[in-house]
């Protein structure tokens, strides 16, 4: 009734897609270390043995982690409508973010933003499956993709770069959770778990 024996593999699998973290990064144009993207690893192994993950299946290293993802993705079935119905939420969910100034024209900016980041990772024919819009041109990454990488890269070279970039993420971060808050603050009215739901408070 509960779900109990959780699945080890769906478990793992939802930890190993931290890893891809560190690989969109590199890809978004972040240089990062071998050394930093097994920080991430080893961040989601810890959590993989929080959740009850066995120790046969905790990974060492990124490219051990990315050969148990492919190889536990390859047991998942393949998408259904349940999918189709997740990525087309996540898809436009910036549409319904709350900011307090121009709106409509950043919730549309930013849903341009995250279908153009999207189309750098997922084929038009995956996107098509997915019920997303696929008629959109990667022009996010190919217009920041170069000055992100030159920006990060400056700023490893200069004493303190580092930590000022470290900063200045968290301060993005927390403008961010602002955001989201504000948006799950407006929904509060509408998702009223009753009593029996595990969500209820």
Known sequence: RRGVPISQTDML????????LGLGSRALGVPMTTRETDAIAHHGRYAAWLMGVKEPWLFESTAEGIRLLMHSASTQPRGE??????????????????????????????????????????????LDMLGVPSNVLPWYPLLTIPPRFAWHTGHRLVPGGYRRLAERGLKKQMKMLDVFHAGAKSAAGLIKPDEEHPAHI
Do not use: C, G, N, V
């Not at 699998?13 to 891809?20: A, D, E, F, R």
């Not at 436009?92 to 024209?105: G, V």
């Open 13 to 20: 699998t939802t930890i190993l897609t931290t890893l891809l």
């Open 81 to 126: 409508e349940t999918s189709r119905i997740m990525a087309q939420s996540l898809a436009a969910e910036p549409l319904t973010r709350h900011y307090d100034h121009f709106q409509s024209a950043r919730r549309r900016f930013e849903h341009s933003k995250h279908l153009s980041i999207s189309r750098l990772f997922l084929s038009k024919q995956t």
